[in-house]
């Protein structure tokens, strides 16, 4: 079940945090975390510049009604994460997948 397994990824030696999108299926985790069975945890969500992809505000309303701390990241084009990942997929799709030094390991 869903809660058997929310309880069992709480064993750990460090906190555990969950990822909420706003959407049903994080919001089913977050929610079921809340309801006292599981220790609480903090919610990651990540928000975007682009109308119809931020979901934010709908994981920001729930987080006010569980009470659960949430942090929010913003993604814009100039963050330095995007430009990161921009280049990565730069070297991986442009690079000579035969030569055995540039294969993923």
């Given at each position: 079940?869903?809660?058997?397994?929310?309880?069992?990824?709480?064993?750990?030696?460090?906190?555990?945090?969950?990822?909420?999108?706003?959407?049903?299926?994080?919001?089913?985790?977050?929610?079921?975390?809340?309801?006292?069975?599981?220790?609480p945890?903090?919610?990651?969500?990540?928000?975007?510049?682009?109308?119809?992809?931020?979901?934010t505000?709908?994981?920001?309303?729930?987080?006010?009604?569980?009470?659960?701390?949430?942090?929010?990241?913003?993604?814009?084009?100039?963050?330095?994460?995007?430009?990161?990942?921009?280049?990565?997929?730069?070297?991986?799709f442009?690079?000579?997948?035969?030569?055995?030094?540039?294969?993923?390991?």
């Open positions: 079940t869903v809660l058997s397994s929310v309880e069992y990824h709480q064993i750990a030696d460090v906190e555990v945090g969950s990822f909420l999108s706003g959407g049903v299926d994080s919001s089913y985790v977050a929610s079921t975390v809340r309801k006292g069975r599981i220790k945890m903090k919610t990651y969500s990540v928000g975007f510049q682009i109308e119809g992809f931020d979901e505000s709908l994981a920001k309303d729930l987080c006010d009604i569980l009470k659960i701390p949430n942090k929010i990241k913003e993604i814009t084009p100039k963050t330095e994460y995007i430009q990161t990942i921009y280049l990565y997929l730069l070297l991986l442009f690079r000579d997948f035969s030569h055995p030094n540039l294969r993923l390991k």
